[in-house]
């Protein structure tokens, strides 16, 4: 029996021994996901571990969660105060919901060093005046259309011929085909029906776009260029939910426009950047709207090529308000709770520095220091087009960083999803989304 | 252990009183951790309005999380669901698993390795499973689309219409192998003596499968329905990839409506009193089971 209690009295102290074995000074560990962002990051840490870092004594690690719920364990370690790592992912969208648990990074990152970054980028990582993370990549969406098509619409006196009668007959409006750079929503929609094998059997593609409609709140960043180009917002001057006016209403009916009309696949009620893309790809769709992430992927003729090379980008159609974009960052924030705060300090001064952004930028991410995305522009093409459009036509919602930002794209997401998918009307959808904002902002 | 241990062998009535609490310790430790501790927790967060910011300071709200989530169209949106889904899959799985065993039990009898790639899908994470469904759901590179184009059907198999059935047969695909499994376990205990009594009294298969099979392999057909019925009614992962619950809330199971008010909008309370509610349910229907149970082994 006493040999019993010895074994148990030890089992219990092991894991104890162990956890305290697993804390090692000098080490930096960064929570971030998996994927192109996660593979180039790595890049960065192996090149401070190689350099500053043998100087610091400081050795940075990445810790990856899984993409899937990847916010959600986040936010649950943060708040539990887990120390097992040291900095982690922010975004622009989850900033109000991690700040709490973040330490602001205004004192590890000079004011010289921020002059390198786009200031939106900096602002989107701004909360209540303090600077949470260090951007370390920007998004913004683009038009995406097939030049080799556009260009033959733009010349070709038969297919003008069947474009406008498409768009008088569909739409009720006499319109002509013009350059994807000055297309309202509009010319646009006209350009998808025409590309469209359901209005147009000639169509060299099956789809004139490509929608993403999935119940995702992803998929409503993208949407909301449609609110917002037509004048909208998800707040009023008096903080109270606008979703619900004629913007919300004529940016809806964008969508479901072409999904009725059979200009987008069937399938977009359940897809998300990875559909959409495929469709694109494989030369099934003529135009859609995407993120600047996916065309480094869509024009490499060995992934794709039935499209590289044929691919342009434009900004999104123009409603009333003009052109407009939904902008956000991702960066690398400071854990409250950690126990190497100093070291993570001087990584993240690094991690601010132009020598590690370009680092970055050669490894596949998209950092918004405009010198560098100019710079790259012969092996990464679309790069001074983000710098571009952020700078032109980025936007942030009222409320876009706030604490309540998850919450409001969730219930977005999920009354329009019911909206497109034909499961609720328009005006149910636009009373229950005003309804449902009031309620998550209320908390 | 100890108990016969002393003078003359005799038995000293109060040594080794403890040994049972040594040997139980571990597992009451265990069990106070990972369930107790848990248990008490939700109670608390589920009567408190609590935030992500103030985990360790939730303010006592009695009852109001369970009134507002019984007040929630969408939790009886989602109970409903899970309820249809695990009904529908449970009863597939039964037929095919039974209907497997009946056809399949002679030709294992003598290739046992058919048994273990008839077990490969459960083997399968079900949230790597969605995934690959959603693969071979896409409709410019999936192989089901492409099929079924060449047949003239073309709906979109995650839209409104077809959702449903296809979750559900993805579900059916996965873990018919269990049952199919359990009910083999059963089916092989089926004393092959009276099955040849009868057969000599008279009885063809069918009477054979009616009086002698069907109702030996009752109890195993009730506890793998039970088994799979608590599991499919609680289904998030290949749902939560395929469709993220839509459209809508068309495909949104219970759990998916937890995981949301928690994580997403960030409503613990309300979250944690819907998981109380869905343990209460299934205490309910365990208890009730249970009785049945023990009433027919009594029996």
């Given at each position: 029996?006493?040999?019993?209690?010895?074994?148990?009295?030890?089992?219990?102290?092991?894991?104890?021994?162990?956890?305290?074995?697993?804390?090692?000074?000098?080490?930096?560990?960064l929570?971030f996901w998996p994927g192109p962002e996660s593979e180039a990051m790595q890049k960065v840490v192996d090149a401070?571990?190689?350099?500053?870092?043998?100087?610091?004594?400081?050795?940075?690690?990445q810790?990856?969660?899984?993409r899937?719920?990847y916010?959600?364990?986040?936010?649950?370690?943060?708040?539990?105060?887990?120390?097992?790592?040291?900095?982690a992912l922010v975004t622009t969208y989850t900033l109000?919901?991690?700040?709490?648990?973040?330490?602001?990074?205004?004192?590890?990152i000079?004011?010289?060093a921020r002059t390198e970054f786009a200031p939106v980028a900096l602002q989107s990582l701004t909360?209540?005046?303090?600077l949470?993370g260090v951007p370390t990549d920007i998004s913004v969406h683009f038009l995406y259309?097939?030049?080799?098509?556009?260009?033959?619409?733009?010349?070709?006196?038969?297919?003008?011929?069947?474009?406008?009668?498409?768009?008088?007959?569909?739409?009720?409006?006499?319109?002509?085909?013009?350059?994807?750079?000055?297309?309202?929503?509009?010319?646009?929609?006209?350009?998808?029906?025409?590309?469209?094998?359901?209005?147009?059997?000639?169509?060299?593609?099956?789809?004139?776009?490509?929608?993403?409609?999935?119940?995702?709140?992803f998929?409503?960043m993208l949407?909301?260029a449609?609110?917002?180009?037509?004048?909208?917002?998800?707040?009023?001057?008096?903080?109270?939910?606008?979703?619900?006016?004629?913007?919300?209403?004529?940016?809806?009916?964008?969508?479901?426009?072409?999904?009725?009309?059979?200009?987008?696949?069937?399938?977009?009620?359940?897809?998300e950047y990875p559909?959409a893309n495929?469709?694109f790809?494989?030369?099934?769709?003529?135009?859609m709207l995407q993120w600047n992430a996916a065309f480094n992927e869509l024009n490499d003729?060995?992934k794709s090529?039935?499209?590289a090379?044929?691919i342009g980008l434009a900004p999104l159609?123009?409603?009333?308000?003009?052109?407009?974009s939904h902008v956000h960052s991702l960066g690398i924030g400071?854990?409250?709770?950690?126990?190497?705060?100093?070291?993570?300090?001087?990584?993240l001064?690094w991690l601010a520095t132009r020598d590690a952004m370009t680092v970055y930028a050669q490894a596949g991410g998209t950092p918004p220091v405009p010198a560098i995305l100019k710079a790259m522009a012969a092996t990464r093409p679309e790069f001074p087009l983000v710098g571009d459009h952020v700078a032109r036509y980025g936007f942030v919602?009222?409320?876009g960083?706030?604490?309540?930002?998850?919450?409001?794209?969730?219930?977005?997401?999920?009354?329009?999803?019911?909206?497109?998918?034909?499961?609720?009307?328009?005006?149910?959808?636009?009373?229950?989304?005003?309804?449902?904002?009031?309620?998550?902002?209320?908390? | 252990?100890?108990?016969?241990?002393?003078?003359?062998?005799?038995?000293?009535?109060?040594?080794?009183?403890?040994?049972?609490?040594?040997?139980?310790?571990?597992?009451?430790?265990?069990?106070?951790?990972?369930?107790?501790?848990?248990?008490?927790?939700?109670?608390?967060?589920?009567?408190?309005?609590?935030?992500?910011?103030?985990?360790?300071?939730?303010?006592?709200?009695?009852?109001?999380?369970?009134?507002?989530?019984?007040?929630?169209?969408?939790?009886?949106?989602?109970?409903?669901?899970?309820?249809?889904?695990?009904?529908?899959?449970?009863?597939?799985?039964?037929?095919?698993?039974?209907?497997?065993?009946?056809?399949?039990?002679?030709?294992?009898?003598?290739?046992?390795?058919?048994?273990?790639?008839?077990?490969?899908?459960?083997?399968?994470?079900?949230?790597?499973?969605?995934?690959?469904?959603?693969?071979?759901?896409?409709?410019?590179?999936?192989?089901?689309?492409?099929?079924?184009?060449?047949?003239?059907?073309?709906?979109?198999?995650?839209?409104?219409?077809?959702?449903?059935?296809?979750?559900?047969?993805?579900?059916?695909?996965?873990?018919?192998?269990?049952?199919?499994?359990?009910?083999?376990?059963?089916?092989?205990?089926?004393?092959?003596?009276?099955?040849?009594?009868?057969?000599?009294?008279?009885?063809?298969?069918?009477?054979?499968?009616?009086?002698?099979?069907?109702?030996?392999?009752?109890?195993?057909?009730?506890?793998?329905?039970?088994?799979?019925?608590?599991?499919?009614?609680?289904?998030?992962?290949?749902?939560?990839?395929?469709?993220?619950?839509?459209?809508?809330?068309?495909?949104?199971?219970?759990?998916?409506?937890?995981?949301?008010?928690?994580?997403?909008?960030?409503?613990?309370?309300?979250?944690?009193?819907?998981?109380?509610?869905?343990?209460?349910?299934?205490?309910?229907?365990?208890?009730?089971?249970?009785?049945?149970?023990?009433?027919?082994?009594?029996?």
């Amino acid at each position: 029996m006493k040999i019993l209690r010895k074994t148990l009295l030890a089992g219990l102290a092991l894991p104890v021994l162990l956890a305290s074995a697993a804390a090692m000074a000098g080490e930096v560990t960064l929570l971030f996901w998996p994927g192109p962002e996660s593979e180039a990051m790595q890049k960065v840490v192996d090149a401070y571990n190689a350099g500053p870092g043998q100087a610091d004594g400081i050795t940075v690690k990445q810790l990856l969660f899984s993409r899937q719920g990847y916010f959600e364990k986040e936010q649950a370690d943060l708040a539990a105060g887990s120390s097992e790592f040291d900095v982690a992912l922010v975004t622009t969208y989850t900033l109000g919901r991690y700040a709490p648990f973040l330490d602001p990074i205004d004192t590890q990152i000079p004011a010289a060093a921020r002059t390198e970054f786009a200031p939106v980028a900096l602002q989107s990582l701004t909360f209540d005046g303090k600077l949470y993370g260090v951007p370390t990549d920007i998004s913004v969406h683009f038009l995406y259309y097939r030049k080799d098509l556009v260009d033959r619409l733009l010349s070709d006196p038969e297919w003008q011929k069947r474009y406008a009668e498409i768009a008088r007959e569909k739409l009720g409006k006499d319109l002509k085909p013009k350059a994807p750079d000055d297309w309202s929503w509009d010319d646009w929609i006209a350009a998808a029906l025409f590309f469209s094998a359901a209005d147009n059997p000639d169509s060299p593609t099956r789809f004139g776009t490509v929608l993403q409609m999935k119940n995702l709140i992803f998929n409503i960043m993208l949407w909301q260029a449609t609110l917002v180009s037509n004048g909208g917002d998800w707040l009023g001057p008096d903080g109270k939910p606008t979703i619900d006016g004629a913007a919300g209403r004529t940016g809806l009916q964008v969508y479901k426009t072409l999904i009725d009309a059979k200009a987008t696949p069937p399938g977009s009620i359940s897809y998300e950047y990875p559909e959409a893309n495929a469709a694109f790809q494989a030369g099934q769709a003529a135009t859609m709207l995407q993120w600047n992430a996916a065309f480094n992927e869509l024009n490499d003729p060995a992934k794709s090529p039935t499209v590289a090379g044929k691919i342009g980008l434009a900004p999104l159609p123009a409603g009333s308000a003009g052109h407009k974009s939904h902008v956000h960052s991702l960066g690398i924030g400071l854990n409250t709770a950690s126990k190497n705060k100093a070291e993570a300090g001087k990584f993240l001064a690094w991690l601010a520095t132009r020598d590690a952004m370009t680092v970055y930028a050669q490894a596949g991410g998209t950092p918004p220091v405009p010198a560098i995305l100019k710079a790259m522009a012969a092996t990464r093409p679309e790069f001074p087009l983000v710098g571009d459009h952020v700078a032109r036509y980025g936007f942030v919602v009222t409320g876009g960083t706030a604490a309540y930002a998850v919450p409001v794209y969730e219930v977005l997401a999920e009354k329009f999803s019911a909206f497109w998918a034909g499961q609720i009307d328009l005006d149910t959808a636009l009373k229950q989304a005003a309804e449902g904002m009031a309620d998550r902002i209320k908390g | 252990m100890a108990s016969t241990a002393g003078a003359g062998g005799r038995r000293r009535p109060y040594e080794g009183r403890w040994d049972g609490l040594w040997l139980l310790g571990p597992m009451l430790l265990f069990l106070a951790a990972l369930l107790g501790f848990p248990a008490v927790a939700n109670l608390v967060y589920s009567l408190s309005e609590v935030r992500f910011t103030g985990l360790w300071s939730p303010r006592w709200v009695g009852l109001g999380n369970y009134r507002a989530v019984l007040a929630d169209p969408a939790f009886w949106g989602a109970v409903g669901f899970s309820a249809r889904f695990a009904v529908v899959v449970t009863a597939a799985q039964l037929l095919l698993g039974f209907a497997l065993v009946l056809a399949l039990d002679p030709l294992i009898a003598k290739r046992r390795w058919l048994m273990a790639f008839l077990l490969l899908p459960m083997m399968v994470s079900p949230a790597l499973l969605g995934v690959m469904y959603r693969l071979m759901l896409n409709d410019f590179v999936g192989v089901i689309p492409q099929y079924l184009q060449m047949v003239g059907f073309s709906d979109n198999l995650l839209g409104v219409d077809w959702a449903f059935t296809t979750v559900a047969v993805i579900e059916v695909l996965q873990w018919t192998p269990f049952a199919f499994l359990a009910l083999l376990t059963a089916y092989q205990a089926i004393p092959s003596d009276l099955v040849e009594a009868a057969r000599i009294d008279g009885a063809g298969p069918w009477a054979v499968f009616r009086r002698i099979t069907l109702p030996l392999m009752v109890p195993a057909l009730a506890i793998t329905g039970f088994i799979r019925f608590i599991d499919s009614f609680r289904v998030f992962d290949h749902i939560y990839v395929l469709t993220g619950g839509g459209p809508g809330t068309l495909t949104q199971s219970l759990s998916i409506y937890i995981y949301r008010t928690f994580f997403q909008q960030g409503r613990i309370g309300p979250a944690v009193a819907a998981s109380m509610l869905l343990l209460l349910a299934s205490i309910v229907v365990l208890r009730l089971l249970m009785a049945q149970m023990l009433r027919g082994s009594r029996g």
